[in-house]
């Protein structure tokens, strides 16, 4: 693999993403989403893509400009209620959705990336995450088509005391897609506060991480310290300027 991973278009970047692919996507709620990636996954067609993200974007942004062309089979998040189509697609058969609790899905994310097959937590132990039996895919009629199964529960001597826990797999992709504020030429990253989110553990996770960033800068030039992903991890990074579109998923403002 050539040290310079530069790539000159988003086109290129995911010419090999076919159809059925499974991709990780950095983003939590509209902050942070890779939308340059986004627009050429869309542009090129590719259909039954199982993705692994917090969230599915909004109606008309986001991961939701893919979920509205019914590109997206699966989903494996945290949280979807910003996104009416989401729902109308799992609620009548059309999606199936694996809803995981935030840290377990950081972690899983984390932990495939790190080369951990699996782990205990205490989260979810007693309820459906446990226990088996949440809805992942509805018949038409409202049925269930596919739940959860149970998982392995293990009591476990911690800080002094008997405890459960349950195991957890973790989660690795044939691809991840992540946005940066500035990169270097080695696929070192720097994510801009808030946009950091899940992006540096669902980087992690692809066996092949796509990265947009807004300023693409020569090695060298980035402080190691301030460094959140190494380039180790990335494999192919492009620059889409500074002048790319943001959108506030919701605005607050006082009169």
Same mark, same amino acid.
């Given at each position: 693999?050539?040290?310079?991973?530069?790539?000159?278009?988003a086109?290129?970047?995911?010419h090999?993403?076919s159809?059925?692919?499974s991709i990780?996507?950095?983003?939590?709620?509209?902050?942070g989403?890779?939308?340059?990636?986004?627009r050429?996954?869309?542009a090129?067609?590719?259909?039954d893509l199982?993705?692994?993200?917090?969230?599915?974007?909004?109606?008309?942004w986001?991961l939701g400009?893919? !979920? =509205?062309?019914?590109?997206i089979?699966k989903? %494996?998040?945290? /949280?979807? +209620?910003?996104?009416k #189509? $989401?729902e109308?697609?799992?609620?009548?058969?059309?999606?199936?959705?694996?809803?995981?609790?935030?840290?377990t899905?950081?972690?899983?994310?984390?932990?495939?990336?790190?080369?951990?097959?699996?782990?205990f937590?205490?989260?979810?132990v007693?309820?459906?995450?446990?226990?088996?039996?949440?809805p992942?895919?509805?018949?038409?009629?409202?049925?269930i088509? !596919? =739940?959860?199964?149970?998982?392995?529960?293990? %009591?476990?001597? /911690?800080? +002094?005391?008997?405890? #459960? $826990?349950?195991?957890?797999?973790s989660?690795?992709?044939?691809?991840?897609?992540?946005?940066?504020?500035?990169g270097?030429?080695?696929?070192?990253?720097?994510?801009?506060?808030?946009?950091?989110?899940?992006?540096?553990?669902?980087?992690?996770?692809?066996?092949?991480?796509?990265?947009?960033v807004?300023?693409?800068?020569?090695?060298g030039?980035?402080?190691?310290?301030?460094?959140?992903?190494?380039?180790?991890?990335?494999h192919?990074?492009?620059?889409?300027?500074?002048n790319?579109?943001?959108?506030?998923?919701?605005?607050?403002?006082?009169?």
């Amino acid at each position: 693999m050539s040290i310079d991973k530069t790539i000159q278009t988003a086109e290129q970047a995911i010419h090999d993403i076919s159809d059925g692919a499974s991709i990780a996507v950095g983003g939590f709620g509209l902050c942070g989403n890779p939308m340059e990636l986004i627009r050429a996954i869309l542009a090129k067609g590719i259909q039954d893509l199982k993705i692994v993200s917090n969230n599915c974007g909004v109606d008309d942004w986001g991961l939701g400009l893919l !979920l =509205a062309e019914k590109r997206i089979s699966k989903m %494996t998040s945290s /949280y979807v +209620g910003e996104n009416k #189509e $989401f729902e109308r697609q799992f609620l009548t058969g059309e999606l199936e959705v694996e809803l995981t609790p935030q840290g377990t899905l950081a972690e899983k994310l984390r932990a495939g990336g790190s080369g951990i097959p699996a782990f205990f937590t205490q989260t979810g132990v007693g309820t459906q995450v446990s226990e088996g039996g949440l809805p992942l895919k509805y018949n038409p009629d409202g049925s269930i088509a !596919l =739940a959860s199964p149970a998982k392995e529960v293990r %009591t476990i001597e /911690y800080r +002094g005391k008997q405890k #459960e $826990f349950v195991l957890e797999e973790s989660i690795t992709t044939d691809f991840s897609m992540v946005h940066a504020v500035k990169g270097d030429r080695h696929g070192n990253l720097i994510f801009n506060k808030s946009a950091r989110n899940f992006s540096p553990v669902a980087a992690m996770a692809g066996e092949i991480c796509i990265a947009q960033v807004e300023q693409l800068v020569e090695p060298g030039e980035l402080n190691p310290d301030e460094i959140h992903l190494p380039g180790v991890y990335v494999h192919r990074i492009i620059e889409v300027g500074t002048n790319i579109e943001k959108r506030i998923e919701r605005r607050t403002v006082s009169g």
